[in-house]
């Protein structure tokens, strides 16, 4: 079954305690994308891949870094997580682009932050 | 500054009759636009799209309209389920950056039986 598989479905930690949220796609998608998902504010980009090795910066990539060392996975890091991170976020894949392609989402981490 | 607006946070609607959603933008790169749908403890999921090509987009019960001069899309379903049930978000992609995607903050819609 095609899929995009993020772990943990929940996660809470402490101020300052490093932390990643793993993304998988099974799909041989080349672009794929973080989103955070904040009420009244909807979802905002924070990083995304076109490619392996090839990252850029979404509208909110303060705090947060990524790494694209191979083409199915896209982990989401915390290298110091502060309460104003509190938040759902999604990871989502499109097999070249998400501008003109259907966004394909995992089903969320919901993550607070103490 | 959301360049994305979904005014209306929530909708109420009965059964059978018609949901129309309201979706306006500022920036006037946006050329491509989407309808994304999302169930509770779920992603979401596509639904609809429209090029600034057209002016109307129509995928069964769902169709989208666009008017350019006035940087407005609405989403209509008619009629509607309780299936329906959901946040909608609005969703525009510029050509001069189309691995970008702004979003709108989400409709919530509830159908009523």
């Known amino acids: 079954e095609a899929q995009v598989t993020q772990n943990p479905r929940y996660l809470i930690t402490v101020t300052g305690k490093k932390l990643t949220v793993t993304c998988s796609q099974n799909?041989?998608?080349?672009?794929m994308s973080w989103y955070r998902q904040d009420p009244g504010l909807g979802l905002r980009q924070i990083y995304y891949?076109?490619?392996?090795?090839?990252?850029d910066k979404g509208d909110v990539p303060e705090g947060y870094k990524v790494s694209r060392k191979e083409k199915r996975n896209f982990p989401l890091i915390l290298e110091s997580p502060s309460p104003n991170q509190t938040s759902l976020y999604f990871c989502?894949?499109?097999?070249?682009?998400?501008?003109?392609?259907?966004?394909?989402f995992g089903s969320g981490t919901q993550l607070s932050v103490l | 500054d959301q360049q994305v607006k979904q005014n209306s946070p929530s909708l109420s609607v009965q059964e059978g009759r018609i949901s129309i959603l309201n979706c306006d933008y500022t920036?006037?790169?946006?050329?491509?636009f989407l309808w994304y749908k999302k169930y509770p403890a779920e992603g979401p999921t596509f639904l609809i799209s429209?090029?600034?090509?057209?002016d109307k987009n129509e995928d069964g019960r769902f169709t989208v309209f666009l008017n350019k001069s006035a940087k407005h899309l609405s989403l209509h379903i008619v009629p509607s389920q309780p299936g329906d049930s959901a946040v909608y978000f609005c969703?525009?992609?510029?050509?001069?950056?189309?691995?970008?995607?702004?979003f709108g903050a989400g409709t919530t819609v509830t159908v009523r039986a």
């Open positions: 799909m041989n998608h080349e672009y």
């Open positions: 969703a525009a992609s510029a050509w001069s950056n189309d691995y970008k995607l702004s």
């Open positions: 920036n006037s790169m946006f050329d491509y």
């Open positions: 989502a894949s499109s097999s070249q682009g998400s501008g003109r392609e259907k966004l394909f």
């Open positions: 891949s076109m490619n392996v090795e090839v990252t």
């Open positions: 429209i090029s600034s090509i057209k």
